[in-house]
């Protein structure tokens, strides 16, 4: 149990173009999901977070209208890259809470934008 | 300021020999969770176990046992028996906060990098 699938897991575009990033909690309903950052060799850099029904909470320094989150369901999540820049390429990778007594998070297998 | 600490970059062992990869953390709150992740090559981050504040008896999963020292604020994950597909990059993370109260978040160090040789 606690699968999270995301899509596309690789993505190529040219500058400026938007690329939309789908997160979704396959056997179970997730009221709060995470997007996150991941340079190479880095650690995860946390973006925002997603919350079913309101807006997404930032983190300070991730411009909200570069990134645009989207939790429409309980089971769907979406990040939204405008305007991509080739500053903006990157790993991106989501997770989805599982509540329960330890909240865990489950994580999707990531997307690669590269932006030409 | 930092929360999670891991000061192992990088580490070697050997096929079939235990390691333990250290993880140190800070914080003021009460209720916390502690997190052990492993991200091979591909890029998918994997849980791997986990420990709650309040829990008094060390988590374990598998080969996987968290050695908690609340006192010291340390989280060492400890792999037993290790395998060659152990050869990963592991996080320690922190969540702060809950569901309820909000603020709810987790934060991740910086990784060790782990090399399991044959």
């Known amino acids: 149990g606690a699968v999270v699938s995301q899509h596309p897991s690789r993505v190529i575009c040219k500058s400026g173009t938007s690329v939309k990033i789908e997160c979704r909690s396959l056997?179970?309903?997730?009221?709060?999901m995470f997007w996150y950052r991941q340079f190479p060799k880095q650690s995860l850099m946390l973006m925002a977070t997603?919350?079913?029904?309101?807006?997404?909470?930032?983190e300070q320094g991730v411009e909200k209208d570069k990134f645009l989150i989207n939790h429409a369901s309980l089971t769907l999540s979406t990040l939204t890259v405008t305007s991509a820049h080739p500053e903006d390429s990157s790993f991106y990778i989501c997770?989805?809470?599982?509540?329960?007594?330890?909240?865990?998070?489950?994580f999707g297998p990531g997307t690669r934008l590269t932006v030409l | 300021a930092q929360k999670i600490t891991q000061t192992q970059p990088g580490m070697f062992v050997q096929e079939k020999e235990a390691v333990t990869l250290d993880c140190t953390y800070d914080?003021?709150?009460?209720?916390?969770?502690l997190f052990w992740y492993k991200q091979p090559s591909s890029g998918e981050m994997i849980f791997l176990i986990y420990?709650?504040?309040?829990?008094?008896q060390n988590a374990t999963e598998g080969r996987y046992s968290l050695n908690f020292q609340k006192a010291r604020k340390s989280a060492n994950l400890v792999i037993s028996a290790s395998q060659l597909g152990d050869s990963a990059m592991y996080f320690c993370?922190?969540?702060?906060?809950?569901?309820?109260?909000?603020?709810?978040?987790?934060?991740f160090g910086a990784g060790t990098r782990l090399f399991v040789k044959a």
């Open positions: 997770s989805a809470v599982l509540l329960s007594s330890t909240d865990t998070q489950y």
């Open positions: 056997d179970f309903q997730a009221t709060t």
């Open positions: 997603s919350n079913e029904g309101s807006k997404a909470t930032y």
């Open positions: 914080t003021s709150d009460q209720s916390y969770g």
């Open positions: 420990q709650g504040s309040y829990d008094e």
């Open positions: 993370a922190m969540r702060e906060g809950n569901r309820n109260t909000g603020g709810f978040k987790t934060i």
